[in-house]
């Protein structure tokens, strides 16, 4: 006997959905960002949890012995399998390094990214519902900001909060003083994005009838507006997470970022650059390489979402 004499149908399970819908198809019809996901989410998986895919803590000194530094890596002749990527000047094996180091820039990508967008896109939508003397100022703030580039914006916002935090802080909050540089200065892309598209919804037959029955403007913002112009918006953080992730290096890089004690990966750059041309070539091309395949990774990704999301090329 049926279960289901009426002859409806039940709703499908959720990964039944994801599998059988044209994002996943398109997802699996292309190699490139098959391999970018696998990789993307090797990165990930050692950077959350670190402490246990880690072979040593390279930031424990209680485990550092200065007569390891300067080993070659594992193939090199006076290299050890202890440490497959050799170890830099204070002894600290390279691959947990790069793991370590990879868990802070995407602990501060991921934050900045975060960060911009609730500015970005609130401001944004605000501007397209409201128009008017509020989309003015939104725009011509974005405007301006733009003119300006980011690392160049990033870098006075980390020089005014060092000058404002006394020198006792100025490490423990040197990755939210990162965060919050990298952060103001990626939301203008957030904000445009959103206007544009809140542009488009607001003249749209579901939002004159929320306006019709007296649906408050905040509320027809923030539950119909909102989750129909996402699409782009998501488009662009998984993009600005690449961003971020480099101009934490960059500012590593310069000396600007976190802490010695906390090293990301352009930390690990900088400092392996200091030895680069005395023959331990190992300490800045296995942190450069990661650098490069993390971002080129999530860069593909970003590539493929916005060309799955487009109705257009369906």
Do not use: C
């Not at 890596?73 to 600290?92: H, M, S, V, Y």
């Not at 008017?132 to 005014?160: C, F, H, K, N, S």
């Not at 935090?165 to 939210?176: G, K, Q, S, T």
């Not at 509320?219 to 998501?234: A, D, E, Q, R, T």
């Amino acid at each position: 006997m049926s279960d289901n004499p009426l002859g409806t149908t039940r709703p499908e399970n959720l990964l039944h959905r994801i599998l059988d819908s044209d994002i996943f198809y398109s997802f699996i019809r292309s190699p490139v960002t098959v391999v970018s996901a696998i990789v993307a989410a090797i990165f990930f998986f050692a950077a959350a949890f670190a402490p246990w895919v880690a072979p040593h803590n390279p930031f424990d000194p209680a485990t550092l012995d200065l007569m390891d530094a300067f080993t070659p890596p594992a193939w090199e002749a006076d290299g050890t399998p202890n440490f497959p990527l050799g170890t830099d000047d204070q002894g600290r094996d390279i691959l947990s390094t790069i793991i370590y180091g990879s868990r802070v820039s995407l602990i501060v990508g991921f934050s900045a990214v975060l960060f911009s967008m609730v500015i970005g896109v609130g401001l944004g939508l605000l501007a397209g519902y409201l128009s008017g003397w509020v989309e003015t100022i939104v725009m011509r703030m974005a405007d301006v900001q733009l003119t300006i580039p980011a690392i160049l914006v990033a870098l006075m916002i980390d020089g005014v909060a060092h000058i404002l935090l006394p020198i006792h802080l100025r490490d423990e909050m040197a990755i939210y003083v990162l965060i919050l540089a990298i952060g103001i200065s990626d939301w203008p892309r957030y904000a445009r994005v959103t206007r544009g598209a809140t542009l488009v919804e607001r003249n749209k037959e579901y939002v004159s009838a929320a306006r019709v029955i007296g649906v408050h403007p905040v509320k027809i913002m923030l539950s119909h507006v909102l989750p129909n112009v996402m699409g782009p918006v998501l488009v662009l953080a998984t993009i600005g997470l690449a961003l971020a992730v480099i101009t934490e290096a960059t500012l590593s890089f310069l000396g600007v970022g976190v802490p010695p004690t906390q090293p990301s990966l352009g930390t690990l750059i900088r400092v392996g650059n200091n030895f680069l041309f005395s023959g331990e070539w190992w300490i800045t091309l296995f942190p450069s390489l990661a650098l490069v395949t993390l971002v080129l990774s999530v860069n593909l990704l970003g590539d493929w979402l916005r060309d799955a999301l487009n109705p257009k090329l369906r």
